[in-house]
């Protein structure tokens, strides 16, 4: 069983449309995390969140939002997609705070 | 500022060879954990190891081996009699006690283990 997974692998969508990212872990976990790793391989966190609590970076800006419907889904919605949302993003959960992290395969979004 | 760091863009080796791939960090910090990451050329985002801040032991898994050293703050990685399916981008995460819990990557570091 894949412990994190994300729905789609790949995105491509035009600018100004608005998409979403689904992920979903098995581990049951407690926190659960949006990374994004742009195209020269830097990773960098976009949000985290468990069930009381969200943190956003506060240089993502708010066309993204995170929807969890539930401790083991946490979803990433992108509104009004610009060409420099193109990335590939990563969904993560751990279980304890300082625990390791584990990431699902995640979802190559390309904005034409 | 970076709170970690990777000076190595790239290394290139040789199969049969060692090699180490060098990681500092910074943090105020008191307790924080410390991780290594491997991104084969698939893309996935693959664990390998996590410290505390209070175990400075060094650790052996297989070929692979970690120095932990809170003087330098450095969290160094070697990989011994290194493989093809070494090759990959290696990144070094820090997680700070306080704080929202992510990992802070550094740029990574990408090993080509050549035939």
């Known amino acids: 069983d894949t412990a994190v997974s994300q729905t789609p692998k790949y995105l491509v969508t035009q600018m100004g449309n608005d998409k979403s990212i689904k992920c979903e872990q098995n581990?049951?976990?407690?926190?659960m995390y949006w990374y994004k790793q742009d195209s020269k391989k830097f990773l960098k966190i976009m949000f985290s969140y468990n069930n009381k609590e969200l943190i956003i970076n506060e240089t993502v800006p708010n066309r993204f939002s995170p929807k969890s419907p539930d401790k083991a889904h946490l979803n990433l919605h992108i509104n009004s997609l610009e060409l420099g949302d193109s990335a590939v993003y990563f969904c993560a959960s751990s279980q304890v705070r300082g625990g390791e992290q584990y990431f699902g395969p995640g979802t190559r979004l390309t904005v034409t | 500022a970076q709170k970690v760091t990777q000076a190595q863009t790239e290394i290139s080796v040789v199969e049969k060879e060692d090699v180490t791939l060098d990681c500092v960090y910074e943090?105020?910090?008191?307790?924080?954990?410390l991780f290594w990451y491997k991104q084969p050329p698939s893309g996935e985002l693959v664990f390998l190891i996590r410290?505390?801040?209070?175990?400075?032991q060094n650790e052996i898994s297989g070929r692979y081996s970690w120095n932990f050293q809170k003087s330098t703050s450095s969290f160094n990685f070697t990989i011994t009699a290194s493989q093809v399916v070494d090759s990959a981008v290696y990144f070094c995460?820090?997680?700070?006690?306080?704080?929202?819990?992510?990992?802070?990557f550094g740029t990574g570091t990408r090993l080509t283990v050549i035939p």
């Open positions: 410290r505390n801040s209070f175990d400075e």
């Open positions: 943090t105020r910090d008191t307790t924080y954990y």
């Open positions: 581990l049951g976990h407690d926190t």
């Open positions: 995460a820090l997680s700070e006690e306080t704080g929202a819990n992510n990992l802070f």
